[in-house]
C-alpha cells in the first residue's frame, strides 16, 4: 500500500505532506497558550467555553467542505491568502499593510497555483471530488487582484528603503514556488516562513506574561490532539477513498479547519491586543 501512495504521489510530495503536518501543524498549537495569555482560559469554565467554540467552528468548516467543496475551497484559499500576507506584512497599518498582504499572502497562493496548474488541479480535484473549473476562475481573479498590489508593492519598494527587503523576499518566494513541485514549495514555505515567523512572534509576547512550563504544556496538548485527530479521520477516509485521496483531504480539509479559529484567534484578537500593548 505504501508503496502505491509513493508511486502515485510521488517520495517528495508525501515527504513535504509529512512536513505539513510534523513541522508545520504544531504552530497552530501554540493558540492555547495565546488563549491563556489573552486570559480566556484562566478559569476551567472558560477553558473549555475556548475548546468548545474552537472544536465547534473547526467542525463547521469540515461540514462545509463536505456539502460545497467548491465553495469551501475557494474560501480556504481565500483566507489562506489573508493569513499569510497578515502574517508577512510588515507595515504596522495603513493602506501600504493591505498592499504587503494581499502580495505576500496572494503569491503563495496565486504563484504556486499558476506556476503548475496540471499539478496543482490534480491536488483540488482529490479536494472536491470533481470538477474544478469554478475553483481556477476564482484563482483567476485572484491573479489579477495580486498582480496590481505586487505593482503598488514594487513602485513604492523603488521610492522608499523599507520595503526593498520584503519585495526580495517575495521574489525568492516566486522563484522557489515556479522551481519546485507544489507540495513542496508550499511545505518550505509554511514550515519555514509562515510557522517560524508566527512562533517567534508569539513567543516574543507570551514568554514574558506566561510560564514556560505552562507554554509547553499547552503546545504539546494541542500538536498531539491534532495530530490524534489527523490518524482518527485518515483512518476513516481510507475506508471510502483511496489513500491518496484520504492523505489530501485528511491535510488540507484539517488545515482549513484548523486555520478558521486559529486565524480569529491570532489575527483578530491577538494582533489587536499586541497592538494595543505596543501603543499603551
Not at 525568492?172 to 515567523?197: D, E, K, M, Q, T
Not at 489527523?230 to 484520504?246: D, R, T, W
Request: charged residues 10%; aromatic residues 12%; glycine residues 8%.
Amino acid at each position: 500500500m505504501i508503496e502505491g501512495v509513493i508511486a502515485s504521489l510521488g517520495l517528495a510530495n508525501l515527504l513535504a505532506l509529512g512536513s505539513v503536518v510534523l513541522i508545520g501543524l504544531p504552530h497552530g498549537a501554540f493558540d492555547g497558550a495565546i488563549a491563556g495569555y489573552l486570559g480566556y482560559t484562566a478559569r476551567p469554565q472558560w477553558l473549555l467555553r475556548f475548546l468548545g467554540l474552537y472544536l465547534l467552528l473547526a467542525a463547521a468548516v469540515v461540514m462545509i467542505w463536505m456539502y460545497f467543496p467548491v465553495a469551501a475551497l475557494i474560501g480556504f484559499l481565500a483566507i489562506s491568502m489573508i493569513h499569510f500576507g497578515l502574517g508577512d506584512a510588515s507595515a504596522a497599518k495603513g493602506w501600504f499593510r493591505k498592499v504587503q498582504a494581499v502580495s505576500h499572502g496572494g503569491i503563495v497562493v496565486v504563484a504556486i497555483s499558476q506556476g503548475h496548474k496540471q499539478d496543482v488541479d490534480q491536488i483540488f480535484s482529490y479536494l472536491v471530488g470533481g470538477e474544478t473549473g469554478v475553483v481556477w476562475t476564482a484563482i483567476d481573479v485572484m491573479s489579477v487582484v495580486v498582480a496590481v498590489a505586487l505593482i503598488v508593492y514594487a513602485w513604492q519598494a523603488l521610492w522608499d528603503s523599507r520595503w526593498r527587503i520584503g519585495l526580495l523576499e517575495l521574489v525568492a518566494l516566486l522563484s522557489l514556488f515556479l522551481l519546485v513541485p507544489p507540495l513542496v514549495g508550499f511545505a518550505i514555505y509554511f514550515c519555514c516562513v509562515h510557522s517560524a515567523r508566527h512562533l517567534l512572534s508569539v513567543w516574543r509576547s507570551i514568554n514574558r506574561e506566561m510560564p514556560r512550563k505552562s507554554i509547553y504544556f499547552q503546545a504539546t496538548f494541542f500538536t498531539l490532539a491534532s495530530w490524534a485527530a489527523g490518524a482518527v479521520a485518515l483512518y476513516y477516509c481510507m475506508i471510502n477513498m483511496s489513500m491518496e485521496s484520504a492523505i489530501m483531504q485528511v491535510v488540507f480539509i484539517g488545515l482549513a479547519a484548523l486555520t478558521v479559529p486559529h486565524m480569529l484567534l491570532v489575527d483578530g484578537m491577538f494582533r489587536r491586543h499586541a497592538v494595543r500593548s505596543a501603543q499603551g
